[in-house]
Structure formats: structure tokens, C-alpha cells
């Protein structure tokens, strides 16, 4: 029987396969060519094209399982996510499709013959929709595959929906469109909800499986339908309802993929309680996030990349709502690749983009999450009613990032809705006001243009006298600036070296002997180098002369590690190969980092050649050498340029011994001796065919070598080792401590059956019927489903409840022998004590387990257990 998604996936495509299908992958999420649609949110989109005549295929028939976001527009299920059985952002839809070939009668028997036959579903749990005045749908169904006429449900026209909620379809105002056929699976009685069309059809008792819409009419501009002259079929099935009822649950996020994600990011947060609607949400946007990204969308404010960028802050939120206080979402991608088998290829080609793409996002929203949530909380508890202004909502999506659909997820928690209108009028009062003003954002670095140009004297001098060009704070350029305002200056000519090439922008002070303006950062604008600080002392002011000075240490560690990055892509060329080149870099005072194309990992043994090579050209301690010269000349010499660096027809080249030359405008060392050290303290991949190395020179190398020969020093004192043989004691103490578990598992289990002998003798009648109900104590969950067994097989005729009371978390198990179920069914008997302890449970008659988040409530509900079994047993 195929249960998990894997298998259900597969069997689908094979079933339609064998059935002349063409198998065609997923396209991706991004829809190609068609400005209609922010993402893939149906199978038939990557066939539009060919329902409209507009492209032709080598065949007529195909089958799919089409990723799906509904994240936006017109199809949003965003709000809906973690709070229903069945809304996601992300979803996989099983579809056949025919373009021409077969019609109404072949695509019902597929249908049909794959839900009862393949998937063997019992044909009295289905019903089917039909559009009210489908007479020849109604036939096929009633006189050719036996679908009884009480469970045929004609269903007419819904003037508010376009879409396929009235059983009419259609692509847009104008163009294919047709009826509708729906199968739907009745959950059971036991679930609330009536069949479609009746008062009670919103419920989630009858869950519509499979859609099929016969394309048979094309719509003109003025209402009218013409018959198509082929006419086609587009279906559908959710994978994830179809895996909740052949995995005999009710929601879809207790399936096997939600179930793995959900418990690994419980695992990782530090979460007991599953059932918690956050690590759905969770769960659900690591789907769609990661995806949206393996496609090429990535995290930004506008289109595509903000609506992903709306769904990474809403897990990140939820995150943080469990107590998570680190980077978390991210960690799930490796489970998610995992649990998605097949339909994971291309995700885990760019697994390390993703993640890479998912940590910075998450940790940028966390240096704005804690405060836009203080202020959002301080605004619901003065809030009177149960509306939040616009303005307020504006506010946090202007100042802290805070999309307004994350404001109201906040609220709704609260039962307060958003006055989304007042938010729009603020939006658009926003827009008016930054195209009248022209206003510029805080981020300087794009929003200035600057005509000024300023001489860079930094190679040879730290320090100089020089005078203000110009000044601007928040955008605008002003005369004067006083203590305490942050601003950018710009001088006629300075020391400070601005950001570029990966090297950061220098720091330091501009200074009178009144006035002191600290630069914290040094970016180019234009042709301007601008001193990004504040004003700590005095007043500056325009065509002032300050002392420009250079912090001396924080640059010269900065050159340490710009210079070894030079030797570091020369090594890497030498040890891995000449197809080595640079992709990237960040030089910091403290550390560097080198981004380089390479098709697989670096082995311990590259790496330490690699370090070898580096520090063996520092002890030989080449002069540095800089000259200019003309771009061919400097290519004709050998010389690398930088990645994503743009360079003049004069460049300045850099030179090492005969090891190393590049062209680069950054500031070095004076001579390879004067970096001391090179460590490597990381090395990985960021992307298909990109690696990444991450190293610390000098002082900052020494530190990390002491602080590693430090923990090799403690583990070994814990071994009562020598340092040189640590690896051989280790593994003697890892072997031995496998030896004590196992052993320890075998006496867990004689000490459960002892355990059971004693208990037996503590078993109460009730009725007649021999009951024991006990809370255990120094007894693991694990061991208690063993034990109920054991105590079945002594008490022979009987009922068990045991259960165990751990930090904020219960674990229950009732056992019923097999000749008392008729009586007593364990699953009902688990469910009502864990009601009363914040958990839910079930399983067969003759066993059930549950669990709680309540202990502090254990006592009384097992008090209650004779009263609810005397009942029973009367």
C-alpha cells in the first residue's frame, strides 16, 4: 500500500505513466514568460501556453508533480498557515493533463481507477461535484463508473469567485474556460463539517482530493463561449491530502514530511510540545522559502523577493514566539532535502545558497525583531478596542521592517485586527512625500550622489591636514553639524581608505583641537570619499580644516589580512589548480574572508598544503611592490584582477616575490614577513561550484592556535592522555561508552519486567474487570509500552493506564485486553486524560499512547479514570 508522500508521488506519475503520459519534471516557482503570475501556483501553468494554442508539444498527454506557492495576489494562503488543517504557502499538486487527446469520460475513469484501485480508497467515503448543468459529467459518472445519484452533487454558479469554488473554471476574464468535477473523501463522522453544498459544507468532515476541469469553451470579451476545437482536461491533487488520508490522519500537517519538520525544528528550538501551531508555521514557510530560493528568488523589498522575504520573517517570528534565541530556520533545509526525496534534486544542488541565503535574512530581521515587537506590544496594551491604527502598522513596516500581514498576525493572536486601509493611506502619503522631496534614504551608501572628488593619500600617509568639502546628514547637504549628530564628511583629500575591493572603509577621527568627528566608516561616493560618524566634540562645519587621522591598528591589522587573501589565491591556484579563481572576498581587522570556484570541498590535506604554502611565502618575507600602469600592460604581466572589482584603463598592481600579482587599489603590508601568521579556522561551500575560506593572520592567528592547544590540553587532562594520543583514548572511551548503553538498555528492560511483577499485585475490580492505573516514576517513556504489555500478559484479562509526569511534558499508554475491547476502547480512554493534561493521543483498541504538556494536572485526571471506566463497565 503506498502510504508515505514519496511513494504516493511516484505511484502517481507511474500509474499515468504506464497510461501514455509524458512525465514532465516540476518548472520552477518563478513562472517563465508570463507576467500574469508572481509564482507557479498550479500544475497547468508551465501548459498554459499550450492550452492556448500558442505552443505545441511532442505529445498530448503529461502528467506532473508541480511545485506550488500561494503566497501572493490573488491566491494567498499565507495568513491561513499553521492555523488550519490544510493551508500552506508551499504545496505539490499531482496533475494529468490532455491537450486535445482524451476528454470528460477518460479523465474521470483516471480518476477514479487511481483512487479505488491503485490508492484502493473505499468508494463509499467519496462523493463528486459536478457544474449544475454538466448533463454529460453526470452520465459519465452515474451510468459508466457506478457513482450512486445521492452522492452526485450538482453545484451552480458563485458570482463572487472566478475560480473553481462554483465548479466553473476559467483562466481569466476571457479565453479557455470550462466545468468542473470535483472528488471529495469523507473524513468521518466524527469530524465536523456536512457534504458540498449544504449549510455545513466549510467544515473539514468532506475534503476535496482531486479537481478536474474540462477546458472546453473559449470565453469572448462579451460573455460569450464558443466550443473549443480540442477540447483539453487539466486536473489536480494535493499531495499532501491525499498523504493525510492514506496515512489515516485528519490534518495535513501530521503527514510524514510535516511530521519530520515539525519534530526537527522542535529539536532544535528546544520544543516539547508538538502540537504548538508555530512549529507548523515553521515547518510550512521552510518549504516555500527554501525553494523560492533553490529557484533564484532571493529576500529583498519589492516583487518576488519581498513576499519571501514576508514569509522568512513570519517563521523567524514564530521562532522566536517558542523561545528560539540563535538562528534557527535555516538548519532545517538538510531535513527538508531529505524528507522531500526526489522532488529535492535541485534543492540540494544549492543547499548551502539557501542556507546561506536563510541565515543572513534571519539574522538581519533578529537586529530589528526585539524591538518592533516591544513596540508593537506596548501599542496593544494601550490600545482601547480592538482595531490597531495604520499608522501604527505603517510605522513598523517603515522603521522596523515589519510587513503589515506579520503586524497582524501579532494581533490576531490578540483577537485585534489591522486598519489595513489607514496603512495604505500611509503607504501612499510615504510615496508622495519621498517623490516631491526627493528625500534620501539613511543607507548613504546608495542614496548619495556627490559631485566632489577627493584625493586618496592613504598608501603613504595616516595622518593630514585637509578641508571640509562638504557635509550631510540624513541626505541633505547642510553648513554645520553639532555634538551628537551622525553625518557624512567629505574632505578635499584624506588618508581614510573607503570600502571597496572587500577591504572595509577605515576608521578613525577628524579632529580640531574644539571639535572631534569619530568616523566609524569610510565608503565612496562617486568620486567623494565619505567619513561616515558622529560628532563627539564641537561643531564642524563646512570649509573647516581638520586633522584626518587613521586608527593606525585597526588598519593595520585590516592590511594583514588584504595581503594574505593575494597569497592565499595564489596557493589555492598552486595546490588545487589554475581553474582556481577568486569569486569574492571581506577583509576586516579581524578576520578575512575568501570566496573561490572550485567543484568540491577541500580536503584536511589541501587545506593544511594550502596553509604550508601561505606561510612558507611570509617567512620569506617578499618586499610589496605597487606601481601603475596601463590595464593591458598589467594583463600582459600576469596580473589577476578581482572579482566584481571595476578597473580604469590605469590600474595599480600588486606584487609579491615572483608568488603573487594582482590588481588591486587596497592597502598592504610592507612585506609578506610583517603578516606573521596564517590560520585557516573554516572552509565550505556557498554555493554549485563556489567555496569559501575563512582565516585570521597575526595576533588573532596566535590566539585561535592557543585557544585550540588549550581545549587539546583539557580533553587530553579529562583522558588522563598525552596530547599526541588523545585520538587513540578517545576511542577507547567512545567504545566503552556504546558497551555501557547497551548494557544499560538491557537492564532498563529487566527492571521493567521486574517492575511489572510488582505492579501487578496493585491492580484494583472494577465491575469485575481487574484495572491498574499507576504514574510511574524513574521509568523512560520509551520502556512504556513494553511494560503495558508484560502487565496485559500477567493481569491476562484486563485494563492498564500508566503514565509518567517529566518537566512540562506527560506521556500516557492504556492497555486493553483483546477480550474486554468491546467494552473499553484504550484510544478513547487515552484521549478524555489527555484532554485533561494539555495533549491528545490515540492508536488501536487493545493500545494507545498520548502525551501532555500539563503534569501539574496528572493526579486529578487519572482520579477521574475509575468514574469514566465504572461507566463503561456497568
Not at 482524451?102 to 468508494?123: D, V
Not at 521552510?286 to 518576488?304: H, K, Q, W, Y
Not at 494507545?848 to 501539574?856: F, K, L
Request: charged fraction near 25%; hydrophobic fraction near 40%.
Amino acid at each position: 500500500m503506498y502510504q508515505t508522500t514519496k511513494e504516493l508521488r511516484n505511484a502517481f506519475l507511474e500509474y499515468f505513466g504506464t497510461h501514455g503520459h509524458e512525465v514532465v519534471d516540476s518548472s520552477s516557482l518563478v513562472p517563465v514568460n508570463d507576467p500574469t503570475l508572481l509564482f507557479t501556483n498550479a500544475g497547468m501553468n508551465q501548459f498554459k501556453d499550450v492550452f492556448l494554442g500558442a505552443d505545441k508539444r511532442s505529445y498530448s498527454r503529461a502528467t506532473s508533480s508541480q511545485r506550488c506557492v500561494r503566497a501572493g495576489g490573488k491566491h494567498n494562503d499565507l495568513d491561513n498557515v499553521g492555523y488550519t488543517a490544510r493551508h500552506h504557502t508551499f504545496f505539490e499538486m499531482l496533475g494529468n493533463f490532455s491537450f486535445g487527446d482524451y476528454f470528460k469520460e477518460e479523465a474521470i475513469r483516471f480518476a477514479w481507477s487511481f483512487l479505488t484501485e491503485t490508492l484502493k480508497l473505499p468508494k463509499e467515503k467519496l462523493c463528486v461535484t459536478i457544474y449544475e448543468t454538466d448533463d454529460e459529467a453526470f452520465d459519465i459518472w452515474n451510468k459508466k463508473i457506478g457513482v450512486a445519484e445521492e452522492n452526485l452533487i450538482r453545484i451552480g454558479d458563485n458570482k463572487g469567485s472566478a475560480y473553481a469554488s462554483d465548479n466553473f473554471w476559467q483562466m481569466g476574464d476571457t479565453g479557455p474556460c470550462g466545468p468542473c468535477t470535483e472528488i471529495f473523501y469523507d473524513h468521518g463522522e466524527h469530524i465536523w463539517g456536512g457534504r458540498p453544498g449544504t449549510p455545513e459544507e466549510d467544515g473539514d468532515r468532506f475534503i476535496e482530493i482531486w479537481n478536474i476541469v474540462f477546458m472546453q469553451y473559449n470565453r469572448q470579451a462579451n460573455g460569450e463561449m464558443h466550443p473549443l476545437p480540442k477540447p483539453s482536461v487539466d486536473t489536480g491533487m494535493g499531495i499532501e491530502r491525499i498523504a493525510a488520508i492514506m496515512q489515516g490522519v485528519h490534518s495535513n500537517y501530521e503527514i510524514d514530511i510535516f511530521k519530520q519538520l515539525i519534530a526537527k525544528a522542535a529539536d532544535i528550538i528546544g520544543v516539547t510540545d508538538l502540537e504548538n501551531k508555530s512549529l507548523r508555521v515553521i515547518a510550512d514557510h521552510i518549504r516555500s522559502c527554501s525553494f523560492l530560493i533553490a529557484d533564484g528568488v532571493m529576500p529583498s523589498n519589492e516583487g518576488r523577493g519581498y513576499v519571501l522575504r514576508r514569509i522568512i520573517r513570519r517563521a523567524v517570528r514564530h521562532g522566536n514566539k517558542l523561545g528560539a534565541t540563535d538562528a534557527f530556520f535555516y538548519k532545517l533545509v538538510p531535513t527538508l532535502i531529505d524528507v522531500m526525496g526526489d522532488a529535492a534534486k535541485g534543492l540540494a544542488q544549492t543547499q548551502a545558497i539557501v542556507e546561506k541565503s536563510l541565515k543572513a535574512e534571519e539574522e538581519q530581521f533578529a537586529r530589528t525583531l526585539e524591538r518592533g515587537l516591544g513596540i508593537l506590544d506596548t501599542a496593544l496594551n494601550k490600545l482601547e478596542g480592538d482595531v490597531l491604527d495604520g499608522e501604527t502598522a505603517f510605522k513598523l513596516y517603515d522603521t522596523y521592517g515589519f510587513p503589515v500581514d506579520l503586524t497582524a498576525d501579532v494581533c490576531r493572536e490578540r483577537e485585534i485586527s489591522v486598519d489595513e486601509s489607514g496603512f495604505e493611506v500611509a503607504m501612499a502619503k510615504q510615496r508622495s512625500r519621498a517623490q516631491a522631496a526627493g528625500q534620501f534614504n539613511t543607507d548613504y551608501n546608495d542614496a548619495l550622489v556627490i559631485e566632489e572628488k577627493t584625493d586618496f593619500c592613504g598608501y603613504t600617509d595616516l595622518s593630514l591636514a585637509s578641508e571640509v568639502m562638504a557635509i550631510y546628514q540624513d541626505g541633505q547637504e547642510v553648513d554645520r553639524v553639532h555634538v551628537g549628530d551622525d553625518a557624512v564628511v567629505i574632505l578635499k583629500q584624506t588618508p581614510f581608505y573607503a570600502e571597496s575591493g572587500g577591504q572595509c572603509g577605515d576608521k578613525g577621527t577628524l579632529r580640531t583641537q574644539d571639535c572631534t568627528f569619530t568616523v566609524s566608516d569610510t565608503q565612496k561616493y562617486g568620486q567623494a570619499i565619505g567619513h561616515v560618524g558622529k560628532v563627539t566634540q564641537g561643531t564642524i562645519t563646512k570649509a573647516q580644516e581638520l586633522n584626518a587621522c587613521v586608527d593606525h591598528d585597526n588598519r593595520q591589522r585590516t592590511e594583514l589580512n588584504h595581503s594574505v587573501t593575494h597569497l592565499l589565491h595564489a596557493a589555492l591556484r598552486q595546490i588545487l589548480g589554475s581553474h582556481v579563481s577568486q569569486k569574492g572576498s571581506l577583509v576586516e581587522p579581524d578576520k578575512l574572508r575568501f570566496d573561490f570556484s572550485h567543484f568540491e570541498a577541500v580536503s584536511a590535506t589541501e587545506l593544511r598544503q594550502v596553509e604550508q604554502v601561505v606561510n612558507e611565502q611570509i617567512r620569506l618575507n617578499h618586499p610589496l611592490h605597487s606601481e601603475v600602469m596601463n590595464i593591458d600592460e598589467a594583463k600582459e604581466k600576469g596580473a589577476m584582477a578581482l572579482f566584481g572589482e571595476k578597473y580604469d584603463a590605469e590600474v595599480r598592481v600588486v606584487t609579491m616575490g615572483d608568488f603573487s600579482i594582482e590588481l588591486c587599489g587596497g592597502t598592504h603590508v610592507g612585506r609578506t614577513g610583517d603578516i606573521g601568521l596564517f590560520k585557516i579556522t573554516s572552509e565550505g561551500g556557498i554555493a554549485a561550484g563556489i567555496r569559501r575560506i575563512e582565516a585570521v593572520t597575526g595576533e588573532a592567528a596566535m590566539c585561535y592556535i592557543a585557544k585550540q592547544q588549550g581545549e587539546l590540553a583539557a580533553t587530553a587532562e579529562l583522558l588522563k592522555a598525552d596530547p599526541l594520543s588523545v585520538v587513540s583514548k578517545l576511542k577507547i572511551q567512545l567504545d566503552r561508552s556504546k558497551s555501557l548503553e547497551k548494557e544499560l538498555a538491557q537492564l532498563k528492560d529487566k527492571l521493567a519486567a521486574a517492575t511489572s511483577a510488582d505492579l501487578v499485585g496493585e491492580a484494583q475490580e472494577i465491575n469485575g474487570i481487574k484495572v491498574l492505573i499507576k504514574k510511574l516514576d524513574n521509568v523512560e517513556p520509551g520502556a512504556l509500552r513494553g511494560l503495558q504489555d508484560e502487565l496485559k500478559q500477567k493481569l491476562k484479562s484486563g485494563i492498564v493506564v500508566l503514565a509518567i509526569a517529566g518537566d512540562k511534558k506527560v506521556s500516557l499508554i492504556v492497555g486493553v485486553t483483546k477480550d474486554l475491547t468491546s467494552k473499553v476502547k484504550a484510544g478513547e480512554l487515552v484521549s478524555s486524560i489527555a484532554a485533561q493534561v494539555g495533549g491528545k493521543g490515540g492508536g488501536r483498541p487493545d493500545m494507545a499512547q498520548a502525551g501532555g504538556s500539563q503534569p501539574e494536572n496528572l493526579d486529578n485526571a487519572l482520579s477521574q479514570v475509575n468514574a469514566w471506566l465504572e461507566e463503561r463497565l456497568a
